[in-house]
């Protein structure tokens, strides 16, 4: 089966791993989601990730998720789509939003490519807001 809403498959993916206490996620490889992957890890969301472009049809995305050591609980609190296939949404960039004033992270797809929130201020470029992390 096809899926029509990429980014919601491995927002849920995760959601799901971190559920039921996965220490790896496996996720299908795109340009998108190695971006988003990217993103993630660079926040410190997650552990570490591998890209293995072989393996599977299009290759996967090998995440290894984050855990507090001391309370065992993912790092990743919340993960919301904001703009969805039947109902996108846009955001000029003076209004591109702020996650729980700056604890979260906002990623965008812009004209310059996928980033955060506060890469796109800076980049002075607004764009379409694919969700929410915290």
Known sequence: MAVTDPVADYLTRIRNAQMARHRIVDIPLSKMKARLTEILYKQGYIYR??????????????????????????????????????????SPVDTIPSVINGLGTCIMSTSKGVMTGKQAKRENVGGEVLCFIY
């Not at 998720?65 to 609190?77: E, F, G, N, S």
């Open 49 to 90: 990730y591998k890209i293995d472009k072989d393996a599977g049809k299009g290759g996967i995305i090998k995440i290894a998720l984050k855990y507090d050591p001391r309370t065992a609980l993912p790092v990743i609190r919340k993960m919301e789509r904001i703009s969805k296939p039947g109902l996108r949404q846009y």
